[in-house]
T-cell receptor, first 114, second 115 residues
Framework: AQKITQTQPGMFVQEKEAVTLDCTYD???????LFWYKQPSSGEMIFLIY??????QNATEGRYSLNFQKARKSANLVISASQLGDSAMYFC???????????FGTGTRLQVFP | EPEVTQTPSHQVTQMGQEVILRCVPI?????FYWYRQILGQKVEFLVS????????KSEIFDDQFSVERPDGSNFTLKIRSTKLEDSAMYFC?????????????FGDGTRLSIL
């Protein structure tokens, strides 16, 4: 069974608008971490934001925020005021408490147009 | 800002040859990882390393693969007898701690092409 599901293979957004990238996850562990990474066309993986399963508040990092709905097992990334440089693949990932590995979703390709 | 450094950025190797991918993790990080991403596919975990030994490995990480920390700064992935299907982007990552709240910071990757 998929542990991380990203249902949007591609998204378009106009510059300066906000966009939400969806991520749902599946785990039976009560303690886990959720992460978002950005992968530009050059290939590197850039850590964006983290949300812990016990965190009461949604994580925010600059223009990135995470809409964490624990009961729905969703951890959507919200990018506000999109910029052309935000065009990239975005990966949602999860790490359960008793494992070292990050489990990645299939990614969403975001394209920001002027 | 400190970063994970990987060399080379692109490696082209003949099938059957051995290849060593190199990584310099962030200096105060204690946990190291290798992942791979076959073109157009998900990022997949290969192995984690702590205190000079493997702490976890995936089913992909078979006898063809090995990791080593030969000195205080480098962390290497060796692939013996390479196959066409080993062609992928290989990412090294490091983290300060091991908990599920610890972000893993990735390098820029090495693109491995097997001919």
């Amino acid at each position: 069974a998929q542990k991380i599901t990203q249902t949007q293979p591609g998204m378009f957004v106009q510059e300066k608008e906000a966009v939400t990238l969806d991520c749902t996850y599946d785990t039976s562990d009560p303690s886990y971490g959720l992460f978002w990474y950005k992968q530009p066309s050059s290939g590197e993986m850039i850590f964006l934001i983290y949300q812990g399963s016990y965190d009461q508040q949604n994580a925010t990092e600059g223009r990135y925020s995470l809409n964490f709905q624990k009961a729905r097992k969703s951890a959507n990334l919200v990018i506000s005021a999109s910029q052309l440089g935000d065009s990239a693949m975005y990966f949602c990932a999860m790490r359960e408490v008793n494992t070292d590995k990050l489990i990645f979703g299939t990614g969403t390709r975001l394209q920001v147009f002027p | 800002e400190p970063e994970v450094t990987q060399t080379p950025s692109h490696q082209v190797t003949q099938m059957g040859q051995e290849v060593i991918l190199r990584c310099v993790p962030i200096s105060n990080h204690l946990y190291f990882y290798w992942y791979r991403q076959i073109l157009g596919q998900k990022v997949e975990f290969l192995v984690s390393f702590y205190n000079n030994e493997i702490s976890e490995k995936s089913e992909i990480f078979d006898d063809q693969f090995s990791v080593e920390r030969p000195d205080g700064s480098n962390f290497t992935l060796k692939i013996r007898s390479t196959k066409l299907e080993d062609s992928a982007m290989y990412f090294c990552a490091s983290s300060e701690g091991r908990g599920s709240n610890q972000p893993q910071h990735f390098g820029d990757g090495t693109r491995l092409s097997i001919l």
